[in-house]
C-alpha cells in the first residue's frame, strides 16, 4: 500500500506565496519521478512541475508557472515540494501530488490553492 500525504494548501491573496508538500509512505521499491498537476472543475488535469529522483534531479515545469514556481525533492523523506511565488488568481485549482514508481502511478488526494485577487 502506498500514500501520498499532500499538505500547504490554502487561501492567499495575488502576489503571495505558499509552499506544497507531499510525502509518499508505504511499500515503496524505487521511485522513478515525483510531481504536481492541477485540475479545475470541468477541465483536464495538467502537469505543473515534475522532478526526476535520480542524478541532479531533472525538472520540467508548465510554461504558466515558470520563473515563479520551484519543485525540489528529499529523497531521504520521499518527499516533494512546490514553492509557489508570486501567485495569480488563475492558480486557483486543486494540486495534486504524483509519484512515478517504476511504471505505476499513484495520487495523492489533492489539496485546494484559492488566490483572491
Known amino acids: 500500500q502506498v500514500q501520498l500525504v499532500e499538505s500547504g494548501g490554502g487561501l492567499v491573496q495575488a502576489g503571495g506565496s505558499l509552499r506544497l508538500s507531499c510525502a509518499a509512505s508505504?511499500?515503496?521499491?524505487?521511485?522513478?519521478?515525483m510531481g504536481w498537476y492541477r485540475q479545475a472543475p470541468g477541465k483536464q488535469r495538467e502537469l505543473v512541475a515534475r522532478?526526476?529522483?535520480?542524478?541532479?534531479?531533472?525538472?520540467n515545469y508548465a510554461d504558466s508557472v515558470k520563473g515563479r514556481f520551484t519543485i525540489s525533492r528529499d529523497n531521504a523523506k520521499n518527499t516533494v515540494y512546490l514553492q509557489m511565488n508570486s501567485l495569480k488568481p488563475e492558480d486557483t485549482d486543486v494540486y495534486y501530488c504524483?509519484?512515478?514508481?517504476?511504471?505505476?502511478?499513484?495520487w495523492g488526494q489533492g489539496t485546494q490553492v484559492t488566490v483572491s485577487s
Open positions: 504524483n509519484m512515478l514508481e517504476r511504471l505505476t502511478n499513484y
Open positions: 522532478i526526476t529522483r535520480g542524478g541532479g534531479g531533472s525538472t
Open positions: 508505504g511499500n515503496i521499491f524505487s521511485i522513478n519521478a
